[in-house]
């Protein structure tokens, strides 16, 4: 059964700061892996999936990689603004339960101004 | 246009009742879910649906059930409310081909039993 583990899990940083989220998962068998953002009291909005092929994705001040060999992925913000403050959450979907996703328990990070 | 809309966005209701939140994308994806958040955040999968097979979460229990009329919809329908019940329960939907595999989720239905 996939565990997905998510350290920190809360990180409050200056804004302009590079951080870096980390994700680890138990099972490497899996399909992909996703990165999402959660607004307090929102849903998840999508924002990079890395397909179990693929090392890395990028997407604006975001970068995911992925290394299923270690069961890891990483989610890079460079140059943090207020406004990235969130959940950030990962999910990865297994090949044995279709695209179903197991998440992990989320970092909360506060980007102070 | 929302891509996923789930309603209600609340509801509060009493123990024992019968309740649905409905569950409705625009997508043209093939695969709907529902997924639970509890109070601690965490997200946990429900059920998988597309006109193929429902994969269900062996840990739900069985007063829930998914009801799909069609590929565009996926509703909820949960029996006999019980206080651990009370979350948030997102709908989401992903595509079955390449490059629509991401998620698209609704905005939550925040369920409170009393």
């Known amino acids: 059964k996939q565990e997905v583990t998510q350290i920190p899990a809360a990180l409050s940083v200056p804004e302009g700061e590079n951080l870096v989220l980390n994700c680890s998962f138990t099972?490497?068998?899996?399909?992909?892996l996703q990165w999402f953002r959660q607004d307090p009291g929102k849903g998840l909005t999508s924002l990079l999936l890395?397909?179990?092929?693929?090392r890395e994705q990028t997407s604006g001040r975001l970068n995911a990689s992925l290394d299923k060999s270690s069961g890891r992925s990483t989610l890079y913000i460079a140059a943090s603004q207020p406004g990235d403050s969130a959940t950030y959450l990962c999910?990865?979907?297994?090949?044995?339960?279709?695209?179903?996703?197991?998440f992990g328990g989320g970092t909360r990070l506060m980007v102070k101004p | 246009d929302t891509a996923v809309s789930q309603t209600p966005k609340y509801l509060v209701t009493q123990m024992g009742n019968d309740k649905s939140i409905k569950c409705e994308q625009n997508?043209?994806?093939?695969?709907m879910y529902w997924y639970k958040q509890d109070s601690k955040k965490f997200l946990k999968i429900m059920f998988s649906?597309?006109?193929?097979?429902?994969?269900i979460n062996e840990t739900v229990p069985n007063r829930f059930s998914p009801k799909s009329p069609d590929k565009a919809h996926l509703n909820l329908h949960i029996n006999s409310l019980e206080l651990g019940d009370s979350a948030v329960y997102f709908c989401?939907?992903?595509?079955?081909?390449?490059?629509?595999?991401?998620?698209?989720f609704g905005s939550g239905t925040r369920l409170t039993v009393v």
């Open positions: 890395i397909q179990s092929s693929q």
């Open positions: 997508l043209g994806h093939d695969t």
């Open positions: 989401a939907s992903s595509g079955d081909s390449a490059p629509n595999y991401g998620y698209t």
């Open positions: 999910a990865s979907a297994q090949f044995n339960a279709g695209n179903m996703l197991t």
């Open positions: 099972d490497s068998a899996i399909y992909n």
């Open positions: 649906y597309n006109n193929k097979e429902l994969i």
